[in-house]
C-alpha cells in the first residue's frame, strides 16, 4: 500500500507570496492532520480534516488554511507568506478516531525569502 | 494546558549500550500516547503506542516504553543501541479527542562505536 505523499518536497516563495501544499493520504484512510516543524517551535499542530470537514485547529493565524477533497486528499494553504513561515510541514493520515494510528508523509520544505 | 516534556534534547551512546529515552506527560485523563522517530529529511515514522491495557508496549526495532501513570511517564528503552539508531525520537499523545497529536520538543540521538 502507497504510504502518505506530499507536493511539492521543497519549495522557495518570497514574502507575500502565497502557496498551497498538497497531501494525498494512505488509500481508505478519511483523516487528514497538518503539522507545521520548525527549529525553534518543533511541531505544531494546524488542524485536522476528516471527511471535508476541519474538525480540529491550532493555534494559527488566519493566514492558514485547509481543505480535504471528498478522495480525501487534503491541501493547506498559506497566503502572505512571512520569513517565520520557513519550515516543514507534515501531513499525516489515519483511517479515522483515535486510537488508530497517524501515518506521515515525508514533509513539504518551505523556504521564504 | 496539556504538555509533554522530553527530558535531554541530545543524548549520546556507545553502540550495544541500553537507549533510555525520557518523557513526562501533563494530562488529567489516562492518554494515548506515542513515540516517533524522524531520521534527516524524513517524516515521521512510527515507534510505539498506548493506549490502554498492558503497560508495556513493545514497538518496531526492538524498541519498547513503559506508561507509568503515577509518575505520569512514558520512557522510551532499547536493550542494545545500533547505529542505525541515531535519529530524533518524539514523544506525543492526543489532546482534546480527535487526531490533534501534542508533540515534546525531541531529543536527538547519537550513537558512536
Known amino acids: 500500500k502507497a504510504g502518505v505523499t506530499q507536493t511539492p518536497r521543497y519549495l522557495i516563495k518570497t514574502r507575500g507570496q502565497q502557496v498551497t501544499l498538497s497531501c494525498s493520504p494512505i488509500s481508505g484512510h478519511r483523516s487528514v492532520s497538518w503539522y507545521q516543524q520548525t527549529p525553534g517551535q518543533g511541531l505544531q499542530f494546524l488542524f485536522e480534516?476528516?471527511?471535508?470537514?476541519?474538525?480540529n485547529k491550532g493555534n494559527f493565524p488566519g493566514r492558514f488554511s485547509g481543505r480535504q477533497f471528498s478522495n480525501s486528499r487534503s491541501e493547506m494553504n498559506v497566503s502572505t507568506l512571512e520569513l517565520g513561515d520557513s519550515a516543514l510541514y507534515l501531513c499525516?493520515?489515519?483511517?479515522?478516531?483515535?486510537?488508530?494510528?497517524?501515518?506521515f508523509g515525508p514533509g513539504t520544505r518551505l523556504t521564504v525569502t | 494546558a496539556q504538555s509533554v516534556t522530553q527530558l535531554g534534547s541530545h543524548v549520546s551512546v556507545s553502540e550495544g549500550a541500553l537507549v533510555l529515552l525520557r518523557c513526562n506527560y501533563s494530562?488529567?485523563?489516562?492518554?494515548?500516547l506515542f513515540w516517533y522517530v524522524q531520521y534527516p529529511n524524513q517524516g515521521l515514522q512510527l515507534l510505539l503506542k498506548y493506549t490502554t491495557g498492558a503497560t508495556l508496549v513493545k514497538g518496531i526495532n526492538g524498541f519498547e516504553a513503559e506508561f507509568k501513570k503515577s509518575e505520569t511517564s512514558f520512557h522510551l528503552t532499547k536493550p542494545s543501541a545500533h547505529m542505525s539508531d541515531a535519529a530524533e525520537y518524539f514523544c506525543?499523545?492526543?489532546?482534546?479527542?480527535?487526531?490533534?497529536?501534542?508533540f515534546g520538543a525531541g531529543t536527538r540521538l547519537a550513537v558512536h562505536p
Open positions: 506525543a499523545h492526543l489532546s482534546g479527542g480527535y487526531n490533534k497529536l501534542i
Open positions: 480534516y476528516f471527511s471535508e470537514t476541519q474538525r
Open positions: 499525516a493520515s489515519s483511517l479515522g478516531d483515535p486510537p488508530y494510528e497517524q501515518y
Open positions: 494530562s488529567s485523563v489516562p492518554p494515548y
